[in-house]
């Protein structure tokens, strides 16, 4: 197996390199009021196999329903990124906070919409970090909604996915 490979113009690619891009597989809804764990089910791509897609329900309960996660091969930096497109925003909601969770650290991007007098059609939320990781630490994208109905719908489009790779 080559680890390193070069071609005559000096491209160089390392084909065992942890890189990643998940998607949902189909819409994720009514997100409940709380903390959920969106379901990224669908690989993209996933060189070095170190993605899991979600199974079942993707909260993690059991076997069934396991969580969409990343699993770092070795300790590094990672560039992790994520975006998420939600539709039917509650305008009653307190905020809407999406997070990439790490073992380490969690990183976030917080939305209020009690600006609004009627409820948002669709917002995108969007996290890129480049994060330390030790070898066999975690990440994974979290939903929580504080107030209001559970309505929102996490949205299985090209403008929904969860991606990374190991950079030094």
Same mark, same amino acid.
């Given at each position: 197996?080559?680890?390193?490979?070069?071609?005559?113009?000096?491209? $160089? !690619?390392?084909?065992? =390199?942890?890189?990643? +891009?998940?998607?949902?597989? %189909?819409?994720?809804? *009514?997100?409940?009021?709380?903390?959920?764990?969106?379901?990224?089910?669908?690989?993209?791509?996933?060189?070095?196999?170190?993605?899991?897609?979600?199974?079942?329900?993707?909260?993690?309960?059991?076997?069934?329903?396991?969580?969409?996660?990343?699993?770092?091969? $070795? !300790?590094?930096?990672? =560039?992790?990124?994520? +975006?998420?497109?939600?539709? %039917?925003?509650?305008? *009653?909601?307190?905020?809407?906070?999406?997070?990439?969770?790490?073992?380490?650290?969690?990183?976030?991007?917080?939305?209020?919409?009690?600006?609004?007098?009627?409820?948002?059609?669709?917002?995108?939320?969007?996290?890129?970090?480049?994060?330390?990781?030790?070898?066999?630490?975690?990440?994974?994208?979290?939903?929580? +909604?504080?107030?209001?109905? %559970?309505?929102?719908? *996490?949205?299985?489009?090209?403008?929904?996915?969860?991606?990374?790779?190991?950079?030094?």
């Amino acid at each position: 197996t080559a680890h390193i490979v070069s071609d005559s113009a000096g491209h $160089v !690619t390392m084909p065992l =390199q942890s890189a990643f +891009q998940a998607r949902m597989g %189909s819409n994720q809804g *009514a997100l409940a009021v709380g903390n959920v764990n969106l379901i990224f089910d669908t690989e993209t791509f996933d060189q070095n196999a170190d993605f899991t897609p979600a199974t079942g329900d993707g909260q993690g309960g059991d076997g069934s329903n396991v969580i969409g996660k990343f699993t770092a091969p $070795v !300790t590094g930096r990672y =560039q992790l990124s994520m +975006q998420v497109y939600l539709y %039917s925003i509650d305008s *009653a909601a307190n905020y809407y906070i999406m997070n990439l969770v790490t073992s380490n650290r969690t990183y976030s991007v917080i939305f209020d919409p009690g600006g609004y007098a009627d409820d948002i059609s669709y917002q995108c939320f969007s996290v890129d970090i480049l994060a330390d990781m030790d070898a066999s630490d975690t990440s994974h994208v979290k939903f929580f +909604q504080n107030g209001g109905t %559970s309505q929102s719908i *996490a949205q299985s489009s090209d403008q929904t996915w969860f991606s990374g790779y190991l950079v030094a």
